[in-house]
Each structure stands twice: as structure tokens, then as C-alpha cells.
Nanobody, 120 residues
């Protein structure tokens, strides 16, 4: 089993910044992609950004140029730097990790979510 623990959410004014962190722990063999998703009230969960273990990234169009995803493979941690935040960025942000076990089984893991609220 792999556990993901997120931190860094909170309340911020429009135009402000936040940095989310997500640390993976447990029986880790190889973590492939790590990413951030978000879910606003009444909406479906959507991809925000993803990074693979070679550092290639992909972003939702709505956050390009404002958010930056990065990871520290030695610490099994992924980060999301969010700048120029807008009220429409308000959501619960979930960390995701795709893990491959020593026997080659691939499994998706999710964190518990962290609330990000952008409001004046």
C-alpha cells in the first residue's frame, strides 16, 4: 500500500499564491506519474497538472502559465506552485500517484484532498 499526504491548502486572496505538497510513503517500489486533480462543488474532478518520473509535464489549459508542477523523486514528493490564483481555482485539490509494484502491478492512489479557497 502507498499513502499520499497532502499539505499546503488554505484561503488566499485573488492574485495570491499557494504551494501544495504531496508526500508518498509506504511500500513504494516505483512511482510513475504523479499529479494534481481538483474538484469544485457540483463539478466533476478534473486534471490540473501531471508529471512523469522523467520530468515531463502536462497542464490543464486553465492553469497554464500560472501553475507549476514539480517533483522530488528522492523524497517521493510532488509539488504544485499556484500563482495568480483566481476565484475559479477554488476547489478541493487531490494528489494522485501511479505506482508499479515489484511484481509489475500498476495501481492508482489518491490523497485525502486539501481545500484551496480563493476569495477576497
Amino acid at each position: 500500500q502507498v499513502q499520499l499526504v497532502e499539505s499546503g491548502g488554505g484561503l488566499v486572496q485573488p492574485g495570491g499564491s499557494l504551494r501544495l505538497s504531496c508526500a508518498a510513503s509506504g511500500s513504494i517500489f516505483r512511482i510513475n506519474a504523479m499529479g494534481w486533480y481538483r474538484q469544485a462543488p457540483g463539478k466533476q474532478r478534473e486534471l490540473v497538472a501531471v508529471i512523469n518520473n522523467s520530468g515531463s509535464t502536462n497542464y490543464a489549459d486553465s492553469v497554464k502559465g500560472r501553475f507549476t508542477i514539480s517533483r522530488d523523486n528522492a523524497k517521493n514528493t510532488v509539488y504544485l506552485q499556484m500563482n495568480s490564483l483566481k476565484p475559479e481555482d477554488t476547489a478541493v485539490y487531490y494528489c494522485n500517484a501511479v505506482h508499479t509494484s515489484v511484481v509489475g502491478q500498476r495501481q492508482n492512489y489518491w490523497g485525502q484532498g486539501t481545500q484551496v479557497t480563493v476569495s477576497s
